[in-house]
C-alpha cells in the first residue's frame, strides 16, 4: 500500500508485534476509541472488523493463539495504530471525512488476511464450545 502513514504505521508495528503487554494495550485502545464512535458513522461492517481484529490481537498477547504468522500480526497492529493516529492522510478531526481512510485501512487488512481470520473465529468457537 502506497501510504507513508501506513508505513509509518508498520514500522510501529514492528516494535510493538514482539511485546504482548503493547499488543494487548493496543488492542484495547482501540475497541475504546471504538465505542466512542458514533455507531451511525461507521456502520455495523467496520464495528465487527475492528472487534475481530481486537480480539485476535488480544488472543495473541495472551498467548492463547498463536497460529497466526508474524507478517500478518504486523499488518493488524498497524490498522490499529494507523486508526488510532488522529494525525493520517485524512486528519480524523475532519468531519465525516477523518475516518473513512482508517476504516479503508482496516477493511483492507481484514480482507487481506480473511484465510488468518477465519481459522481464528474458528478456534474462539472451538474453544468457547469447550470450555
Known sequence: ???????LAMNAASRIVGKPGRVLKLA?????????LDPKAIGESARLRLND?????TAYAHGQYTA???????SVVAALVYFLNPLD???????????TDDFAIL?????NLSAEL????????????SS
Open 68 to 74: 497466526v504468522p508474524t507478517r500478518s500480526l504486523l
Open 1 to 7: 500500500m502506497a501510504n507513508p502513514f501506513f508505513t
Open 53 to 57: 481484529l481486537s480480539r485476535l490481537l
Open 107 to 111: 477493511s483492507w487488512v481484514y480482507h
Open 89 to 99: 492522510l485524512v486528519p480524523d478531526a475532519l468531519p465525516a471525512l477523518g475516518l
Open 28 to 36: 484495547t485502545q482501540a475497541l475504546l476509541a471504538l465505542r466512542q
Open 118 to 129: 477465519s481459522s481464528f473465529r474458528e478456534w474462539e468457537r472451538n474453544s468457547f464450545a
